[in-house]
Every structure is written in C-alpha cells, then in structure tokens.
C-alpha cells in the first residue's frame, strides 16, 4: 500500500512534468500561430495583387482556364511526426511532384511572365499556409492532450493520493488497535497469571500449614479414634500419615 | 487518438474559395480532380450565387469523405455563412484553415481558433 502511495506520487509528479512542458509547447505554438496568422495576411494580399497584375496582362479572366486546366496536384502536402514528451504531433511539409505542370499553355499568348511570377507568389502563400495549417493541427492535438493530462494530474491528485492515504490511515490505525488489544490481553493474562500464582501459593501456604496442623492432630490419634469417625475429614487424614 | 494513424496518406489541399482565391491556388499547383469515374476537384469555387448548402456539403465532403485531404482552406467570408459548421468542427485532420481573400480584408476576431487562442490566454 505504500508503495501504491509512492508510485502515485512519483506518477503524479512526472505527469505534472508533463504537462508543464506540454503547456510550454503549447504556449510557443499559439504566439507562433498568432504570428503565422498575420504574415499570413500580407502574403495574401501580395499574391493577390499579383494575381490581379495576370489578369491585367492577360487581359481577361483566367480563372475558368485555370480551374478546367486543373489536373493533378503539383504542390502536395508531407505529414511528418514530431515527438513532444510522449505526444506525437504531426507537422505537414510541402513538396512538388516533378513532372506535371497542368498551366502549360495558360499565358502562352500574352502575360506568361505575369503568370510565372504569380505561380511562384502563390506557390510561396501556399507554402507558409501549409506551415500555418500544421502549426494549427499541433494546436488542436495539443490542446486535447494537455486537457486529457491534466485531467490525470488532477485525478491523482485529488483522489488517488487522498484514497490511498486513507486506507493506509486506516490500516495503520487497524494495527494500532490490534497492538493494543494484545497489549491488554498480554496485561490481563500477566495478571490473571499473577493472581493464579498468588492462589496458588496461598493454597500451598494453606496446604502446608494444615498439613502441619494434622500432623499435630495426629499426636493424638487414640482419642480420635475413640472419637469414632464422627469427623469424616479427619478420618480421611487418618491415612495421610502412613507415608 | 486513432487520427495520427491516416494522416500518412493525406497529401492534398483543398480550397473552397471565391473566384481569384481558388484560381491563385490553383496555378500555384494545389489543384487537383481525381481518377475519372467520380471526377472529383478538391476545390469548389462560390460565389454571391452559391447556395449556402452546396458550401456545407463541400466543407463535409473535404472534410470527413474524403481521406486525402490534409489542409481545408476557406475563404474568411465564405466561412462565416457556415460558421457554426467551422467552431463546432474540432478534429485534427484535415485542419481547416481560414483565408483572406481579396475583397475581405482579414479579421483575426472571427477566426475559430484564434478565438480559441484568445480566449486561452484570457483576453
């Protein structure tokens, strides 16, 4: 039972740890996502600028163009695992497939530097939203993980701890009954013993002191006899004194 | 947490944005249509036109329907007609992410986790 109290305590204390540097992270994450939020703005705004800057050279709307020219996806998306004191937190990673390019012709007759130049802008927006999104991603996890270890942290310590010193409480005062209880009996036998002991020794005493007395009594055994057995104990000692 | 198990197998974004939004993320090569006999696009393009149902069943169909999606991203206009769809989703994958877009400057107020960010910190 003690060593259940201690290994709470030792798991108590490691959980807390736990989420101490998981609140840490999370603290970190969310500054960071306060701030990817905002630089996230601007490249918006430059990108669509940009944007605006092909449908001037081209003159004309692309987006049509571009959302039936639109095939397989150039620009994907990578998870990979990052460990934080036993969590495992995902982080997205962008990369671009080799090989297929679905714009070819879009700008070919007029504005294809515009739209280069906007590819790439995009493609950079693209690259701090995906960087935003797995920030964001360790944010949800971590805030389910922190609240599920905190949720251990308080349990152990508002109820294990307290249940377990209970019943070693409990125990302990148990035992300390149980001593006591023997502690009387051990009293009273002792006593009861003592007592016997006296008795006994009284009885004895008794016993030699009568045994003295008939001894006396026995000087005189004639007149006893002539007394007839008319003492039923004294006839009884009669024998005693043969050996 | 059984999410951490199909994330391996989520590499494409998905945009449901207006016009300029989703045609900028397109030719930065996000766009994608899947194998023929469903043709679907990961990006829906909505307009003052769109009916706010098509852009719940858009948001669901990237969301919970399709299994290689990773990121969501949302124009913060159009999230704000699905908003009560956008604070109540809590999963970790795919992760919705709002944009601004060209028209609608960003408002950091109305973005669910930045709220949630704020109202962590207490302000």
């Known amino acids: 039972m003690k060593a259940k109290l201690k290994g709470a305590e030792t798991g108590h204390s490691l959980l807390k740890r736990k989420s101490e540097a998981l609140t840490k992270r999370f603290r970190e994450i969310t500054r960071r996502i306060d701030e990817a939020k905002r630089k996230m703005g601007r490249v918006m705004q430059i990108a669509s600028l940009s944007l605006a800057e092909v449908t001037y050279a081209v003159g004309g709307n692309i987006g049509y163009q571009i959302q039936e020219s639109a095939k397989s996806a150039r620009f994907r998306i990578r998870a990979k695992q990052e460990n934080v004191s036993g969590v495992l937190l995902p982080a997205f990673e962008s990369y671009l497939t080799e090989g297929n390019n679905d714009f070819a012709m879009t700008g070919l007759g007029k504005g294809g530097q515009q739209v280069q130049r906007c590819r790439e802008t995009y493609a950079r927006a693209v690259e701090a939203l995906v960087e935003l999104a797995s920030l964001q991603t360790a944010f949800v996890i971590l805030d389910e993980v922190i609240k599920v270890v905190n949720r251990r942290v308080n349990a152990i310590e508002h109820v294990i701890i307290p249940r377990t010193e209970n019943t070693i409480k409990y125990i302990n005062s148990e035992l300390d009954e149980i001593d006591r209880e023997e502690f009387y009996r051990l009293k009273k036998v002792a006593n009861k013993k003592k007592l016997d002991n006296a008795t006994a020794e009284a009885d004895r005493e008794h016993r030699t002191e009568e045994n003295a007395a008939m001894g006396e009594e026995n000087e005189a055994p004639a007149q006893e006899q002539a007394a007839g057995p008319a003492d039923l104990l004294a006839a009884e000692e009669d024998e005693d004194v043969i050996f | ?123």
């Open chain 2, 1 to 123: 947490m059984s999410s951490q198990t199909d994330f391996r197998d989520r590499q494409f974004l998905a945009v449901i944005g207006d016009e300029d939004s989703v045609t900028g993320l397109l030719l930065a090569g996000i766009g994608h249509v899947t194998a023929p006999p469903d043709n679907q696009k990961n990006f829906l393009v909505v307009d003052s036109k769109t009916d706010t149902s098509a852009i719940e069943a858009a948001f669901d169909r990237f969301t919970t329907e399709r299994k290689d999606i990773g990121i969501v991203l949302i124009n913060q206009h159009i999230a704000d007609r699905i908003r009560h769809r956008i604070d109540t989703y809590t999963q970790a994958f795919p992760t919705v992410l709002e944009i601004p877009s060209k028209d609608h400057p960003y408002d950091p107020e109305k973005d669910s986790v930045l709220r949630r960010v704020r109202r962590l910190f207490g302000e």
